[in-house]
């Protein structure tokens, strides 16, 4: 089974910083399962980006994602005030889906 | 607008059984696959189950395996969870989720807003 490690757990920035969270697979991983989501607190998860690096739908291009093989990165070129939330990265294979543990991007 | 509601959460004791449902509109449900991901008090989120669009393929986290049992009606647009001989770490709200398989995207793209599980005596 692939467990996803995200990290760091914890970031604390200000509005207008960049945000670079990483999400670490225990083995090679397809890009093409790999999703990214955000959370606040009280709502449901929302997708973000697919595919490691394609946007979904209302996903504003601040946000973007990269990487392959193990490791994997979602970066928000500029926070704003709705960006601090919680960001989990996913993969699905072997008719299993995962989460890593979250990072969760906090107002410095 | 695509809507997951789901409903049939609440108190149950250890070793006790509910039955959630989610009701979905907005999308063709009995071409959709669904899942449901719950999430346990301040932690993060865990996959359960799944089931295909035609219920020919399910599959289970081992850590609900036996215990708990995906449906879904697709004459309802409605899909089920089944809950028995739940334990205290079942306790979190549960989502339903809509897996879509297209072309690059694999992705939970549509989520309910849950609805709250709390095992306790």
């Known amino acids: 089974e692939i467990v996803l490690t995200q990290s760091p757990g914890t970031l604390s920035l200000s509005a207008g910083e960049r945000a670079t969270l990483s999400c670490r697979a225990s083995?090679?991983?397809?890009?093409?399962?790999l999703a990214w989501y955000k959370q606040k607190p009280g709502q449901a998860p929302r997708l973000l980006i697919y595919g490691a690096s394609s946007r979904a739908t209302d996903t504003p291009d601040r946000f973007s994602g990269s990487g392959s093989g193990t490791d994997f990165t979602l970066t928000v070129s500029r926070l704003e005030p709705e960006d601090f939330a919680v960001y989990y990265c996913q993969h699905y294979g072997s008719s299993s889906w995962t989460f890593g543990q979250g990072t969760k991007v906090e107002i410095k | 607008e695509v809507l997951l509601v789901e409903s049939g959460g609440g108190l149950v004791q250890p070793g006790g059984s509910l039955r959630l449902s989610c009701a979905a509109s907005?999308?063709?449900?009995?071409?959709?696959?669904m899942n449901w991901v719950r999430q346990a008090p301040g932690k993060g989120l865990e996959w359960v189950s799944y089931i295909s669009s035609s219920s020919s393929t399910i599959y289970y986290a081992d850590s609900v395996k036996g215990r708990f049992t995906i449906s879904r009606d697709n004459a309802e647009n409605s899909l089920y969870l089944q809950m028995n001989s739940l334990r205290d770490e079942d306790t979190a709200v549960y989502y339903c989720?809509?897996?879509?398989?297209?072309?690059?995207?694999?992705?939970?793209?549509?989520w309910g807003q849950g609805t709250l599980v709390t095992v306790s005596s």
């Open positions: 907005g999308f063709t449900f009995s071409t959709s696959s």
């Open positions: 083995q090679s991983v397809s890009s093409s399962y």
């Open positions: 989720a809509r897996w879509r398989a297209q072309g690059k995207m694999h992705t939970f793209d549509y």
